[in-house]
């Protein structure tokens, strides 16, 4: 156990869908960061948080947005959802965002029908 | 941007014997090499990570080197056992506020018994 946590495990929707995916960092991570893992285009980095603040941009789509709260956990808000987008979601923090070691989460894996 | 490649795409070997994972990066700015073991269905699990200060770490059966004029780092495997048997991505990061991670692309490493 990492200590980062993801709720839900499993999430089913259809086209056009919006969803909302959770991560709760591990206690005292400032920075959480989301990554999308795909049979086609492996784990891919989409954005990082760092003590609510956007820090830095990969990958993600129009469709997604992210934001941290607070209490510093983070979701993902994916709209319009298409076939591609159907993949496993991983959340990570580190203690800073300077500092090397990121620790996963357990997913989020979606279908989307 | 940031690219790892990975190598062999799959790897089998018989328990006992040693597995090789080789990856290169291109941004000479990249300063942390992280190896995460996957199994399958689950979160990314950090086995060993290495620094752009030292050439070797070593964690029981795991060892990293890193050759950073080559820009290649390779992870070692001694003595495999099958619950050894995962999907290994390598990982490459440089300094900065931004320690987003990108990944190879994963080598599934089957340990016969």
């Known amino acids: 156990d990492s200590g980062v946590t993801q709720t839900p495990k499993h999430l089913i929707t259809a086209t056009g869908q919006r969803v909302t995916l959770r991560c709760s960092p591990r206690?005292?991570?400032?920075?959480v960061y989301w990554y999308q893992q795909s049979l086609d285009q492996g784990l891919q980095f989409l954005i990082q948080?760092?003590?609510?603040?956007?820090?830095a941009k990969g990958n993600i789509l129009e469709r997604f947005s992210a934001q941290q709260f607070p209490d510093l956990h983070s979701e993902l808000n994916l709209s319009s959802l298409e076939l591609g987008d159907s993949a496993l979601y991983f959340c990570?923090?580190?203690?800073?965002?300077?500092?090397?070691?990121?620790?996963f989460g357990p997913g989020t894996r979606l279908t989307v029908l | 941007g940031e690219n790892v490649e990975q190598h062999p795409s799959t790897l089998s070997v018989q328990e006992g014997d040693s597995a090789v994972i080789k990856c290169t990066y291109s941004?000479?700015?990249?300063?942390?090499f992280p190896w995460y073991k996957q199994e399958l269905g689950k979160r990314p699990q950090l086995i060993i990570d290495?620094?752009?200060?030292?050439g070797e770490k070593k964690d029981q059966r795991i060892a990293v080197t890193l050759n950073k004029t080559a820009k290649h780092f390779s992870l070692h495997i001694t003595e495999t056992q099958p619950e050894d048997s995962a999907v290994y991505f390598c990982?490459?990061?440089?300094?900065?506020?931004?320690?987003?991670?990108?990944f190879g692309s994963g080598t599934q490493l089957t340990v016969l018994p």
């Open positions: 948080y760092y003590n609510g603040e956007e820090r």
């Open positions: 941004d000479s700015a990249s300063n942390y």
């Open positions: 290495i620094r752009s200060n030292v």
């Open positions: 990982a490459a990061t440089h300094s900065g506020s931004a320690r987003q991670l990108t």
């Open positions: 206690s005292g991570d400032l920075s």
């Open positions: 990570a923090s580190s203690m800073d965002g300077s500092t090397d070691t990121q620790y």
